[in-house]
């Protein structure tokens, strides 16, 4: 049972048969090209030599039945030669070289020259009175037959081959034909130059991506022209621009991280080795002072690299912008950064004003930056400073300004357009604790929800750190 229920499940999705593409699909694009331009031009040559034809073959009918129907009328209307039998008959009788022309009285009489014309019951009914006239195709003899009436109770017929008329139009066929068929060879030569030159930036475009697949190298391709083609070319590029400053980025983060956990990982090495040491046997003991010392100082490189590690997988997170932006209260997000905060620094003091301020955003990240500005403020401020913190709108922008001033030593002019850049780090904040990545976190976040960073002067003399972002008061955004 579970042997047939398996036999008749059908095949997981890998190892189904990949979908077959067409015989139109597998031939290239110049190939496509050349067939579309043949195919279409075909098409209209086509159209223009039946609507040709058909209208050249009913303007010669209609000549012809025109001629037909003149002749016979003024020889029926003409005058009239007496035979030698006594009986008079149309002039036209003898004169009419390329018609075949008779008589045909009620009783079905016809008189006239040998070349007779072919007959029927139409042409009798003219002679009977019955019709007035009577014009039709002999399919028999391959000639245009017409009847008019000519004296009392009698038609005269005429007929004219249609073989000049057909002759004309086996011609005028032939020369469409040949015609035609020049026009779409030539319109195919057209299209493969056409396709040729057209294909070449798509050539260039491909050697370009396998260039990038084989070897990774990122340089632009030449652009000409200003077609669709060219900007087509300008996307790559930007694309090829965009992947190499990601690619420049990764490689300058990888070797900062490298150089940063360097120092605290050999210092931690050097710890551990000498308390390895000493625990040999025979090996000289540590004192107790020195042991304390070496384990206060290997906690700290643990915390100093748990930190690092925590903020380098936060700006790989904030790199990677995938979050939601959901509506959110910005005052109640700095309130929690806040209580954090003061949990970590208990020796500093926090005064705080703010202004109702909403916004859309993710509120994780931005609580993450905010805590590291109050972190940063406390971290430079001595014991029982006082860091101010502010939230207020900015009238000459109408955005959110969140403001964190510390007590502290402030930051060096020169120093302050490079404290958001990571790792960067000043000569005073070498020998502090920290990663170089708090601040660079701050930056990405307020880019990424559409707001500006800067550092200045807090009029208290300490830092002052400064994050714009956009939104709206509530009671602006109900109104």
Known sequence: MDDSM?????????????????????????????????????????????????????????????????????????PLVRTNNLQQVPVAFFVASNFKINVLSADGTAVGPDRRPPMS?????????????????????????????????????MSTSLKPTQSTLARLSFVLVVMGGAGILLAAAAGTAVAHAGVRPVQRLNAATERVA??????????????????????????????AESQERQRRLVADAGHELRTPLTSLRTNLELLLASAKPGAPELSEQDRDEMFADVQAQVEELS?????????????????????????????????RARLRAPRVEFTVRTTPWTMMGDATALERAALNL?????????????????????????????????????????????????????????????????????KQVAERH??????????????????????????????
């Open 6 to 78: 398996s036999a008749s499940a059908p095949p997981p999705p890998e190892l189904e048969q990949p979908v077959r593409r067409s015989r139109f699909q597998r031939v290239s694009l110049r190939n496509r090209v050349t067939w579309l331009a043949a195919v279409c031009v075909a098409g209209a040559v086509a159209l223009v030599s039946v609507a040709a034809f058909v209208t050249v073959q009913d303007s010669l009918y209609q000549q012809l039945d025109d001629s037909l129907t003149e002749r016979a009328v003024d020889a029926a209307n003409g």
């Open 121 to 157: 019951y139409a042409e009798l009914a003219v002679a009977k009175g019955e019709s007035q006239r009577s014009l039709r195709t002999d399919h028999a003899t391959n000639s245009r037959v017409i009847a008019v009436p000519s004296g009392d109770r009698a038609a005269l017929v």
């Open 214 to 243: 084989l070897t990774g190298d990122l340089r632009p391709i030449p652009v000409t022209g200003d077609d669709e083609l060219a900007r087509l070319t300008m996307s790559f590029n930007g694309m090829l621009s965009a992947l």
């Open 307 to 339: 930190a690092l590690v925590g903020d380098l997988v936060e700006l790989a997170r904030e790199d990677a912008p995938q979050a939601v932006h959901e509506p959110l209260e910005l005052v109640e997000v700095i309130e929690r950064a806040l209580s």
């Open 374 to 442: 109050l972190d940063n403020a406390a971290k430079w401020s001595p014991e029982g400073g006082v860091v101010r913190v502010e939230l207020f709108v900015e009238e000459s922008t109408g955005m959110a300004a969140f403001e964190v001033a510390d007590s502290g030593p402030g930051i060096a002019e020169a120093d302050r357009p490079y404290v958001f850049e990571r790792f960067y780090r000043s000569s005073d904040a070498r020998t502090q604790p920290g990663s170089g990545l708090g601040l660079s976190i701050v």
């Open 450 to 479: 559409g707001g500006s960073v800067w550092a200045g002067a807090a009029p208290e003399g300490g830092a002052l750190l400064h994050m714009s972002l956009p939104g709206n008061p509530p009671n602006t955004e109900q109104q």
